[in-house]
């Protein structure tokens, strides 16, 4: 009884022995699962983390692109839509009824059971493919702040002048974060991962105070920086075709930077019932979105300031100080670590996605199926299943291979948001609410709805555009396995 209770929900049990007594129900929710344990506190850190990303890097140098005007404008733009858009995704946890109906455990269950046909297999595949492009994207921001802290290091010891000496490839972090991850991905399910994001939110908070705090001494004690309401000026940095292609880009940057929704669902899941599932994480999205865009305006803005137009792609790798070191290697450091938790917060969805198919179709594969027990002294018993040590170590390293083959930070950052914004935060959750309020159609409500989505889209386009142009571009001087920055 306890390896059934175990499976999709504990990889680590204390005492086995406790399932075999007493009444059990007390200990499952009302779908049959292990009770739920999680709250709006867990649920705002798994936000955080999956929020406040490699996204806030690029802040400072889209605020450029776009000026103090626009570029304030989008980023409070893409706040209040995510947060709205999010509220009616946490109405979809259950259905029909928000509060009392069947619980869906995924985005893609949801989407089935709000919309099904055609739109839940598109809903399917933009999640899941826009989940490997994060993870793609996560491994190359990470292997970046990692040669950053070398790199460091180096100028330190040999002097600014010596960059010959401190040349570093990016490939090997790339590896080293790969083998972490290979290790953290045997944790079996989101259920596990609340501590992780707790850690993962403190370095996100660390990293984003420390640059945020660089950028102050920056304008404090330098001259000022040449700024202007609608960025770089056309003429004068860039041509008008480069500047409608950079504007596009920071779009897509700023949009990257609220992607969280493709999660959301699964961060529901984790919490417990009492009081209803969909006004805790309503609750955890106001909070987990109101922290991140106050970090996010404090950066951009603050990065913009003390860069200007000159704002480098990832405000604390490229700026041209390196004093304090050690604490540009502390930031560096926790934004590594902070990617550790983000990258297996975007792939426990998809983990459980591959697993739960394959054993639908050959339940009676022994290899796919069982749980082997392993008793580890002063830890308890860790169940370990052999085609889950093998699928996500081959993910883990097809990623990695993936980025090191296109180390694209920032035009690769802008298209994977221009990608996954629209359909992922605002079509599916706008559809789906429709669907479960059974809105009238042409109502103004209805009409109102549709003009965002359609709106998002048009936006969405324009920066897909840009992100394209940018990777064509880059591609240019591409050479295979070749570090970019």
Request: aromatic letters at 14%; one cysteine or more.
């Amino acid at each position: 009884m306890a390896a059934e209770l175990h499976k999709g929900s504990m990889y680590v049990e204390q005492d086995p022995e406790a399932f075999n007594n007493g009444d059990f129900r007390k200990n499952l929710d009302d779908d049959g699962r292990p009770k739920r344990t999680g709250t709006w506190l867990t649920a705002s850190a798994h936000i955080i983390t999956a929020v406040i990303g490699s996204g806030v890097l690029s802040l400072a140098w889209a605020m450029a692109q776009l000026g103090w005007i626009a570029g304030f404008g989008v980023l409070m733009a893409f706040s209040l839509i995510t947060y709205f858009t999010s509220t009616l995704l946490a109405d979809c946890y259950r259905a029909p009824d928000p509060v009392t109906g069947r619980r869906n455990y995924t985005y893609m269950d949801a989407a089935r059971a709000h919309l099904g046909g055609r739109k839940f297999q598109l809903c399917g595949l933009a999640q899941y493919s826009n989940l490997v492009g994060i993870g793609i994207g996560y491994t190359i921001t990470a292997s970046i702040s990692m040669v950053a802290v070398k790199r460091s290091n180096c100028f330190h010891r040999h002097g600014y002048r010596n960059h010959s000496e401190c040349e570093t490839s990016n490939n090997p972090f790339m590896i080293i974060f790969a083998c972490i991850q290979i290790l953290l991905s045997q944790i079996p399910n989101f259920h596990e991962l609340s501590w992780l994001s707790i850690l993962a939110a403190i370095m996100s908070f660390a990293y984003s105070s420390i640059g945020l705090g660089l950028s102050i001494t920056k304008v404090a004690g330098g001259g000022p920086a040449r700024t202007s309401l609608t960025g770089v000026p056309v003429g004068v940095d860039v041509s008008g075709m480069q500047k409608v292609w950079k504007a596009s880009r920071a779009i897509g940057d700023i949009a990257f930077a609220y992607a969280y929704n493709n999660v959301l669902v699964e961060i529901q899941d984790t919490l417990k019932s009492s009081p209803p599932e969909n006004k805790m994480m309503k609750r955890a999205s106001g909070i987990g979105v109101s922290i991140t865009t106050l970090f996010y305006i404090l950066c951009g803005c603050i990065g913009y300031a003390a860069f200007g137009n000159d704002a480098p792609g990832n405000f604390l790798t490229g700026f041209g100080f390196y004093e304090p070191f050690w604490l540009i290697d502390f930031a560096n450091v926790c934004i590594a670590v902070h990617l550790i938790g983000a990258y297996q917060v975007f792939s426990q969805p998809l983990f459980q996605f591959v697993e739960s198919k394959c054993a639908e179709k050959w339940p009676e594969n022994k290899f796919i199926t069982r749980e082997h027990a392993i008793d580890i002294p002063f830890v308890g018993v860790y169940y370990m299943n052999f085609f889950r040590l093998v699928w996500r170590t081959v993910y883990v390293i097809v990623t990695a291979v993936v980025a090191m083959i296109f180390p694209f930070f920032n035009d690769f950052v802008g298209l994977l948001g221009a990608a996954s914004f629209w359909p992922l935060t605002v079509y599916f959750p706008i559809e789906m609410h429709i669907a479960q309020t059974k809105m009238r159609k042409y109502s103004f409500t209805w009409t109102w709805l549709k003009v965002l989505s359609w709106a998002c889209l048009m936006v969405s386009l324009v920066a897909a555009a840009g992100s394209v142009e940018g990777l064509v571009q880059s591609l240019k001087t591409y050479k295979p396995f070749q570090s970019q920055e």
